[in-house]
């Protein structure tokens, strides 16, 4: 387990509760194993930052960032951060608010397969069979 300073413990919990929209769209995807069986945190402390989603199965972090972090001060502070998690061995993954909105749940599964073992991936057998090839006309059947 990866420590953190115990005061951000508040800070964590606060913003919990002050997500922005496009975090609250990101958790309701993460949350409860939705994808490939990872459990995620929403802001969880680790070392002297808390980060927006970690799994610690698959040591990643996934950041949301809204447009003041295209300013040189808040670039290079991410990238201090990104340096820090990295060190610790943790993959992080950094995201605009535009790109939950759009491709972030397919962008995430690509990397936690890219990050797990196969074995260790969950498949669902129950998982609905495409229907797009399957046709009511025998004579349009591919032969």
Do not use: C
Not at 5 to 32: F, I, P, V
Not at 62 to 90: F, S
Not at 96 to 104: E, F, G, K, P, R
Not at 112 to 138: E, G, K, W
């Amino acid at each position: 387990m990866l420590r953190y300073d115990g005061k951000l413990k508040q800070a964590a919990h606060r913003l919990r509760n002050k997500m922005t929209h496009s975090e609250q769209l990101l958790w309701a995807r993460l949350r409860g194993r939705q994808i490939q069986g990872i459990q995620f945190y929403r802001q969880k402390p680790i070392g002297v930052y808390i980060v927006d989603f970690y799994a610690p199965k698959a040591k990643l972090v996934v950041e949301v960032d809204g447009r003041q972090h295209l300013k040189l001060d808040h670039r290079e502070n991410d990238a201090r951060r990104d340096t820090y998690l990295a060190g610790a061995g943790l993959r992080v993954l950094r995201f605009s608010n535009a790109q939950v909105l759009d491709t972030v749940v397919t962008i995430i599964a690509k990397a936690l397969m890219d990050r797990m073992d196969p074995t260790q991936l969950l498949i669902s057998v129950d998982a609905p069979q495409p229907t797009h090839f399957l046709t009511d006309n025998p004579a349009s059947s591919l032969s």
